[in-house]
């Protein structure tokens, strides 16, 4: 089972987010759940990204809403990077 692990820069952009969107703090914690028992489960439509963000994953809290995640595979890790919406993100 992988390790989230999480840096102060994305925790601090996470609770700004939070203040922005404090209704996403429960799918958001149902989202950390699932990506620490199964990263590749079909409801976080998980996908690499292109482009600038070539290398890094990006899972769904919601339709608007997504985490891009940085994997590092040798340790199994996932560290989070950013969370926001699709155009924030980009």
Known sequence: MPELIFTDSYEKRARKFFKKHPEL???YGKVLKLLAANPWHPSLRLHKL???LAGIYSA????????????IVKDDA????????????Y
């Open 25 to 27: 703090a429960k799918p």
């Open 50 to 52: 292109h482009g600038n």
């Open 60 to 71: 769904s809290i919601n339709l608007s809403y997504r985490i891009n995640l940085q994997f």
């Open 78 to 89: 996932i560290v989070p990077i950013d969370i926001g919406s699709h155009d924030d993100i």
